[in-house]
């Protein structure tokens, strides 16, 4: 019987522990995981935050039957300390070791926390977990009501949105960069997003950075305020640290499995150690569109990726396609979605096209007559097409001019590559009463 021990409970090692079983229904699973939940859907803490959600069947990643069904032993509140390779076994924190034969290393990423003087004041929370909710949920209930956010990407964003929904709640959002959510989308859509923040009533501080956490005057325990680079004091009761995250790789590393960034795989998602995989936040796999090894922290590439580390885990042999950025969210009453290469640099003098109407805006970047990244605010109803002739990687010359049309959908493409798409050879074309639906845009985490 091979022993399969996964360390990480969210997307890439439901996907992995998925696999396995239906590849190898008589080898035992294990998952080992230091949070204490059964997998859920990490995009919902914002939700839960918000008192929109309970935590329950609307945010788990699967039912609450999942291990039981699957023959899965799962440990949950299980801190794994080293990996010892030659061994083949993991060593907890309390110093048991669980033997495998393949392991996955599916750790995703760690909130990353700046140097800065008040970190261990009470009311300093990051905001990536589901504990991180909670703690964030207490405080706010004990009737504080000032928030500075430090950091505006995605998690930041996230952040921000189930504090407005909770409402009553003063925000200040802090960036470093010279506007928010600048690793999602280029300059234009950030100030879309930008305008509709300060609608909102959010102070959006762009190009600062936070140096300082300073206690209260009446309790020197707690939070007080934020010092600015610029000398501005920003009065709060709660901060949240939203910078980002870091690849949890400190496992591979003290074992001597290459990495970089993130835990280097190959087209197996298996690491320089044989038997051991790696997936998800983790991960550094092939970018389609740059080229190049990157980490792509997004759930659906995490979930994905578990799949093709679970089957060849479990002697199956299937590559891994490569993956590209594609992230999404309706925030602030407004839908965003980008995806690949969306602001190249102009020296690579790739085509840019951009149009823009009340409320909607969209750009699409061609390299060599093939799509290789888009933005897409307000009307986004037809990405998944776009990402569909991106991850296709597919040849659009004949249908270039069209691209940045508003009402570009399946129907603008060429019989033959809808056919290819939905029916394949056997395809016939719909009629105008029998509209056929294009691909969904899958709606991925920050």
């Known amino acids: 019987m091979t022993r399969y021990v996964i360390v990480g ?8 522990a998925e696999t396995i079983r239906a590849t190898d229904p008589d080898g035992h699973v294990t998952i080992l995981s230091d949070e ?17 959600r309970t935590f329950g069947e609307r945010m788990l990643f699967r039912d609450a039957d999942f291990y039981k069904r699957l023959r899965i032993e799962c440990m949950l ?25 393949r392991l996955l290393l599916a750790t ?50 996230s952040l921000v949105n ?40 959010v102070s959006v501080r762009t190009g600062r950075s936070a140096t300082r956490i300073l206690p209260r005057p009446d309790d020197a325990t707690s939070v007080g305020g934020v010092m600015l680079d610029n000398g501005e004091l920003v009065s709060c009761d709660v901060v949240g640290m939203a910078v980002g995250v870091t690849p949890r790789a400190e496992l591979a590393r003290e074992a ?31 970018d389609f569109i740059y080229g190049v090894p990157r980490v792509t ?52 003098g790739y085509p840019v096209v951009a149009r823009e109407k009340p409320d909607a805006y969209k750009k699409l970047v061609i390299r060599d007559h093939k799509l290789i990244g888009f933005v897409m605010a307000g009307e986004i109803e037809q990405s998944g097409v776009l990402f569909n002739l991106l991850r296709e990687q597919t040849d659009v010359r004949s249908f270039e001019g069209r691209l940045a049309d508003w009402d570009f959908s399946m129907a603008s493409l ?21 509209p056929v639906a294009g691909p969904v845009a899958e709606k991925v985490s920050p």
């Open 162 to 201: 189930g504090l407005l929904h909770r409402g009553g709640i003063q925000i200040t959002l802090v960036e470093l960069k010279d506007r928010v959510l600048s690793t999602m989308v280029d300059t234009h859509a950030s100030s879309l997003v930008e305008k509709r923040l300060s609608k909102m009533g």
């Open 36 to 52: 204490s939940y059964p997998a859920y859907s990490r995009p919902a803490i914002s939700e839960f935050l918000a008192g929109e």
């Open 77 to 101: 509140g299980t801190r794994v300390a080293r990996v010892h390779t030659k061994e083949r076994a993991v060593e907890l924190s309390d110093g048991r070791r669980v033997p495998y034969d």
């Open 256 to 286: 001597d499995i290459r990495c970089n960034r993130g835990i280097l795989v190959d087209a197996h998602m298996e690491t320089s150690a044989r038997g051991v995989f790696a997936c998800g936040d983790v991960a550094e796999a092939q």
């Open 414 to 434: 060429p019989r033959d590559l809808r056919g290819a798409w939905i029916g394949g050879p056997g395809y016939a074309a719909p009629t105008e009463k029998q």
């Open 297 to 348: 922290a997004i759930w659906p590439t995490a979930y994905m990726g578990g799949r093709v580390a679970g089957a060849n885990m479990a002697g199956a042999t299937t590559r891994y396609d490569g993956c590209t950025a594609m992230n999404a969210f309706s925030y602030f009453d407004m839908a965003l979605i980008s995806a690949g290469m969306f602001d190249p640099d102009p020296a690579l």
């Open 9 to 16: 409970n969210s997307a890439g090692g439901i996907g992995a």
């Open 108 to 157: 995703g990423g760690t909130p990353i926390i700046p140097r800065m003087e008040g970190l261990t004041l009470r009311g300093v929370h990051p905001f990536t977990t589901m504990d991180h909710a909670k703690s964030f949920h207490e405080a706010l209930s004990s009737g504080k009501n000032r928030v500075v956010v430090i950091g505006a990407g995605l998690i930041g964003c």
